[in-house]
């Protein structure tokens, strides 16, 4: 009851447009997730063989990332110069195409669409919805504001592949995606009806001159973002394939316990660690939050291949993940701190762009490095920590911030 009590003091601090951006994030993150388990399976509907399939999927994957990172430049600078509520309505009008493409799927080459175009919403939509969210937030508690909002897209994207899971086994394969476009004109309503509200975040707040030498410090600032970004997304790439792979090959895991591997040592973990992560750094600073998170998580992954069996490796990465996640919330506060208030779409746009890069670039090394080392499965998980630890310097060379 404490919990909730605290809760409710924070929301009303946050005021009504902070709440109306956590529904509609939730909203979002429910209708893309809820899909997600049922496209291997539209898949295996028009291409029959497993390699096939297999291919397509890391294909599509591919795709969506190339997309969003692409996208997120535009959104990035688009989010700095005009209204921002303007760019997220823009993006929203787009998501019903996008799952009508999933719903109506006549071959393969509809479900690329789908790709293709949810990666653009992502892209342009995120960006700016992030810069309206971190100008509803009060300096004093942006760490934990920012949790409270993370959760919105922890929580739903937790519930909505049991409930595509659900739907399309006891019903259809395509009901998901039908539930999917009803909520996202659902959303594209709510949030035309209450725009009104959304406004008094949604300006960039632009100066009305800005100096060279003032462009400068941010320039070099988002420079170390961005290259911080790139190792964390390169780092956790790697990790795709490799855990994936760990769990099949050498624990001997089934579909399910898969599924539970997942939940429990990332969802869970990662919803458990917003709130006291954002407490953590409004208390003692985003940056040493960031720093301690890193160097006591990332040693963990090194553990993960002397697992003998699920329970321990499901007991290994909740601990990593739930240590490297207190610093999930301190990141997105700390960029609003560093930058000024007309540069935030840019800031959280590329970073975004920066962390997918890595993305793009790490299951290739982790798969190479997987099949070029086994049967010893040490060396990826390796790998992959170097990577996350070259964060550090990064971290080290930007300054708290003043604001």
């Known amino acids: 009851m404490n919990i909730f009590r605290a809760l409710g003091r924070y929301l009303s601090q946050l005021g009504v447009a902070f709440v109306l951006l956590w529904m509609v994030m939730f909203i979002i993150t429910f209708s893309d997730s809820v899909c997600s388990p049922i496209i291997p399976y539209i898949i295996r509907e028009f291409l029959i063989d497993e390699s096939a399939v297999v291919i397509m999927l890391g294909f599509l994957i591919s795709t969506f990332n190339l997309v969003k990172t692409a996208a997120n430049i535009p959104g990035a600078l688009l989010g700095d110069r005009i209204d921002r509520s303007i760019i997220v309505l823009s ?4 998501l019903p195409a996008t799952f009508l493409l999933l719903m109506l799927a006549g071959n393969h080459l509809w479900i690329l669409g789908f790709y293709i175009l949810i990666g653009i919403f992502h892209g342009i939509c995120m960006p700016s919805l992030n810069a309206m969210v971190a100008g509803l937030i009060p300096i004093e508690i942006r760490g934990t504001s920012f949790a409270i909002f993370n959760l919105s897209w922890i929580i739903s994207g937790m519930a909505a592949p049991v409930v595509g899971g659900f739907l399309s086994e006891r019903v259809s394969l395509r009901l998901p995606p039908t539930l999917s476009l009803i909520l996202s004109l659902t959303i594209l309503v709510f949030f035309i009806v209450f725009r009104r ?3 008094i975040s949604s300006s960039p707040n632009k100066p009305v001159e800005k100096r060279e030498d003032a462009a ?8 170390f973002l961005c290259g911080m970004q790139f190792f964390s997304g390169l780092g956790n790439g790697i990790l795709m394939p490799i855990i994936t792979a760990f ?3 050498i624990i001997g895991v089934s579909p399910a316990e898969m599924g539970l591997a997942f939940s429990l040592g990332w969802g869970i973990a990662t919803a458990l660690a917003q709130i006291p992560g954002g407490r953590l750094s409004d208390k003692f600073g985003f940056k040493p939050i960031l720093i301690s ?3 006591a998580a990332t040693p963990l992954l090194i553990l993960l291949p002397f697992s003998r069996n699920l329970t321990q490796f499901i007991l290994i990465t909740a601990a990593a993940c739930f ?3 207190l610093s999930s919330p301190a990141f997105s506060a700390w960029i609003a701190k560093l930058m000024e208030k007309h540069d935030w779409s840019r800031g959280y746009g590329l970073t975004s762009a920066s962390f997918s890069i890595g993305s793009i670039v790490g299951p290739i090394l982790g798969s190479f490095a997987w099949d070029t080392f086994k049967p010893n499965c040490f060396p990826p998980f390796a790998l992959s920590v170097l990577f ?3 964060t550090l310097p990064f971290l080290f060379a930007l300054g708290e911030g003043s604001k």
Not at 91 to 94: D, K
Not at 216 to 223: A, D, E, I, M, S
């Open 388 to 390: 996350m630890l070259l």
């Open 91 to 94: 993006s929203l009008a787009l």
């Open 323 to 325: 240590i490297g996640n």
């Open 293 to 295: 998170s890193t160097l």
């Open 247 to 249: 769990l099949m090959y």
């Open 197 to 199: 509200v959304l406004g």
């Open 216 to 223: 400068k410090p941010f320039t070099r600032t988002l420079l």
